[in-house]
């Protein structure tokens, strides 16, 4: 009897409770408002942002004017708040508020130019979320109160030039084919798989994110549709840290931590990453017409699929000021993880003359691609101009990409199919460059440096095939082989850049070597290429006004073939449907004429 009252008793305490948090959540309001410039026209593209009235330092949400210059705020607490609002070209307005129940709507706030005559006087400017430099469109994430809580896919999503679709697939500049930076340099986490690394990669530890769609001859020849560049948090005050968890409905989950502590000259900063799905379930459909019928008209898959994933990400960095002028820092990361796919399905081909068959086929596929890098990073400043620097890196990066399948094949009317397939690949490379940066006067700069990189490549192949599933497998030589792979690439640049009224002038030079040298072990066959490459660069960008910036721009990019593209393994589960790898290969080159109109509307570039 008394744990009958007691349940009564806990149950009327959580039916109040459950009252006062709707009843709280119906008190939720809102506030709208206007921005325009002294002769009251409209401003898009102004960076808002709201803070509490009893911390001006953090803000709780930020968001910009669209094209008619309104922006607004959802689901706020009653009480009294700040905004800031920011544009470039504008001095910076503050204005207090009190928000009320329901909606608020706020007068006109008007912006005055910044005054031109700034001598003698500090100014303390606030980043706005979006800035655009002559080479470059940079998202401010650290302004952005919803980094904290979000990923570096998340964060992409907001920054222009970069699209991510539902299924998290990047593209740059509307491109698939595009490199990825961290701090300034290459790392095995962003080598093989992008997509899984974004997603695992906390937003909370990103300054910024930079995105250079016509990248100049300081950087790699390849990755056709540019670069982003992720800048990490470096000036830490004490130390500070993070975990974050998401989970999904679909089944996908990670979990993410990070730690940054700074002591005297020493500064340590680090993350780790790790998620995937214990299993999701899904329908898989493709079907084939040959646009010249020849052994058969239409091919159709259709069945059940199941994905089982982890993957995991990390990175730590020590660095070391030994004074003012030169720093040192060591690095090292990890990526990697575990893709298996399992299909029950059925295939129904269609004939020109003869009747359609259908087969039914099972694959159980696994990928395997662990991967390490480790570096070191000298940079050195000058006392007569803080902008002169030289610095020279040392990285390498060693993985693997190992796939294991087994497939069956129920054949009518013909011989049955099992396959059992094996490839062991392993990935080295090895990264010195140096560069230097000479600012001159007028506006002038000179950059200049030299880099190498040196490729390790090996695939240890097998594949097994029998008709029966009562017998033995046998080797299938003419899918059995190991295969070395060296690549060697060597490239000096020079850049100059100068600044004439409005406009921006970059003029730039990339010289690549490539000199690879292939073997087919048991076949020895042999696989050899030296070439040399010229990239030029070209660039103007006039800034017309605010808003308004004009890219007028010539480069020519090099796609050289991946390990992947290389590889002579046959994936042959499918009678009908193989792949393979040629390792005679030549690159790819793209020359590319571009002209952008960067137009600030909205919360979009245009």
């Not at 790699?220 to 409905?249: H, M």
């Not at 069945?303 to 002028?325: H, K």
Request: positive net charge; contains cysteine.
């Amino acid at each position: 009897m008394k744990s009958s009252r007691s349940l009564r008793s806990l149950l009327i305490l959580l039916l109040f409770c459950a009252i006062h948090v709707a009843g709280f959540a119906q008190n939720k309001a809102s506030i709208s408002g206007n921005v325009k410039d002294s002769l009251q026209k409209p401003l898009a593209f102004v960076t808002v942002s709201l803070f509490k009235q009893a911390d001006p330092v953090n803000a709780i949400k930020s968001t910009y004017t669209n094209d008619k210059g309104k922006f607004s705020f959802n689901q706020l607490d009653t009480g009294s708040y700040k905004l800031i609002i920011s544009h470039t070209g504008f001095s910076e307005r503050s204005e207090s508020i009190t928000v009320s129940e329901s909606q608020n709507e706020l007068k006109d706030l008007i912006l005055s130019p910044a005054s031109k005559t700034l001598a003698g006087v500090s100014v303390n400017a606030r980043k706005p979320l979006i800035e655009q430099t002559d080479d470059k469109i940079i998202f401010n994430a650290e302004n952005d109160p919803t980094s904290k809580s979000e990923r570096a896919i998340d964060l992409l999503r907001k920054t222009p030039f970069v699209s991510v679709d539902g299924d998290d697939n990047i593209l740059v500049n509307g491109q698939s084919n595009f490199k990825v930076l961290l701090n300034g340099r290459e790392t095995a986490m962003f080598a093989q798989n992008v997509k899984e690394a974004m997603k695992g990669f906390p937003g909370s530890l990103i300054v910024k994110i930079e995105v250079i769609t016509s990248p100049g001859a300081k950087y790699d020849g390849e990755g056709v549709g540019g670069v982003i560049n992720i800048i990490t948090k470096k000036k830490v005050a004490g130390y500070n840290g993070s975990l974050n968890l998401y989970a999904a409905t679909s089944g996908w989950n990670n979990i993410n931590a990070n730690f940054s502590v700074k002591s005297g000259k020493f500064g340590f900063t680090m993350f780790y990453g790790a998620g995937g799905t214990p299993g999701v379930n899904g329908k898989y459909f493709s079907q084939t017409i040959p646009s010249i019928a020849s052994f058969y008209t239409k091919r159709t898959i259709m069945g059940d699929r199941r994905m089982i994933n982890f993957w995991q990400n990390g990175n730590a960095e020590l660095s070391y000021e030994i004074d003012s002028l030169n720093t040192l820092s060591a690095y090292g990361n990890i990526n990697g993880g575990t893709f298996r796919t399992k299909n029950n399905q059925t295939i129904t081909t269609e004939f020109p003359s003869d009747p359609p068959t259908t087969s039914l086929y099972n694959l159980d596929n696994k990928n395997q691609f662990p991967n390490i890098s480790l570096g070191t990073d000298y940079i050195r400043k000058f006392k007569e101009n803080k902008e002169k620097e030289f610095s020279i890196r040392v990285n390498a990066e060693i993985g693997k990409s190992n796939t294991f399948s087994t497939s069956s094949q129920d054949n009518p009317g013909t011989n049955d199919r099992f396959i059992n397939n094996t490839s062991i690949a392993q990935n080295k490379q090895y990264t010195i460059q140096s560069d230097l940066i000479q600012p001159m006067k007028n506006n002038q700069k000179i950059e200049v440096g030299v880099k190498a990189i040196l490729r390790r490549a090996t695939s240890d192949f097998r594949s097994l095939i029998r008709y029966e599933s009562e017998i033995d497998f046998k080797v299938n030589p003419g899918n059995t082989d190991y295969f070395k792979y060296d690549q060697n690439v060597y490239s000096i640049y020079s850049t100059y850049s100068f600044k004439v009224k409005k406009t921006t002038f970059r003029l730039g030079l990339r010289v690549e070597n490539t000199g690879i040298d292939g073997n087919f072990v048991s076949s020895n066959t042999k696989v050899k290429q030296d070439y040399t490459t010229l990239l030029p660069n070209i660039q103007s960008t006039t800034k017309l006004s605010n808003t308004f910036t004009l890219v007028l721009s010539y480069s020519k990019r090099l796609q050289r073939p991946f390990i992947w593209n290389l590889n002579p393994f046959v994936n042959n589960n499918d009678s009908l449907n193989i792949s393979f790898g040629n390792p005679g290969l030549d690159p790819q080159t793209i020359n590319s004429v571009s002209v952008q109109t960067r137009i600030m509307k909205g919360p979009f570039f245009a």
